[in-house]
Nanobody, 115 residues
Framework: EVQLVESGGGLVQPGGSLSLSCTAS????????MYWVRQAPGKGLEWVAS????????SYADAVKGRFTISRDNAKSTLYLQLSSLKTEDTAMYYC????????RGQGTQVTVSS
C-alpha cells in the first residue's frame, strides 16, 4: 500500500520560508518520479514541481519557479520542497504525490502565508 506522509507546514509571513518533507513507503521510491501539488481554498489541485528518480530532472510551475526547490533523498525515501520568498497566493494545502494530477497523494500539510 502506497503511503505518503507530509510535514513541515505552518504559518509564515510574506517573504518568509518553509521546508516541507514527505516520507514515502509501500512502493519503490528510488525509481519513481515524484511530485508536489497544492490546493488553495476553493480551488482545484495545482501541480507545483516534479523530480526524476536521479534528481537530474526537475521541473517547476511558472508560479513558483525561482522561489521553490524540490529535492529528494532516495536512501531515506523522502521528498522535500523548500519554499522561499513566499507570497499570500502560496497559501494552500501541499501534497506529495506519485502522479502530476495528485490522484495518489498524502494527507497534506497546510501552508498559510499571512501578515
Amino acid at each position: 500500500e502506497v503511503q505518503l506522509v507530509e510535514s513541515g507546514g505552518g504559518l509564515v509571513q510574506p517573504g518568509g520560508s518553509l521546508s516541507l518533507s514527505c516520507t514515502a513507503s509501500g512502493f519503490r521510491f528510488s525509481t519513481t518520479i515524484m511530485y508536489w501539488v497544492r490546493q488553495a481554498p476553493g480551488k482545484g489541485l495545482e501541480w507545483v514541481a516534479s523530480i526524476g528518480w536521479s534528481s537530474i530532472y526537475k521541473s517547476y510551475a511558472d508560479a513558483v519557479k525561482g522561489r521553490f526547490t524540490i529535492s529528494r533523498d532516495n536512501a531515506k525515501s523522502t521528498l522535500y520542497l523548500q519554499l522561499s520568498s513566499l507570497k499570500t497566493e502560496d497559501t494552500a494545502m501541499y501534497y506529495c504525490a506519485t502522479d502530476s494530477s495528485g490522484a495518489v497523494r498524502g494527507q497534506g500539510t497546510q501552508v498559510t502565508v499571512s501578515s
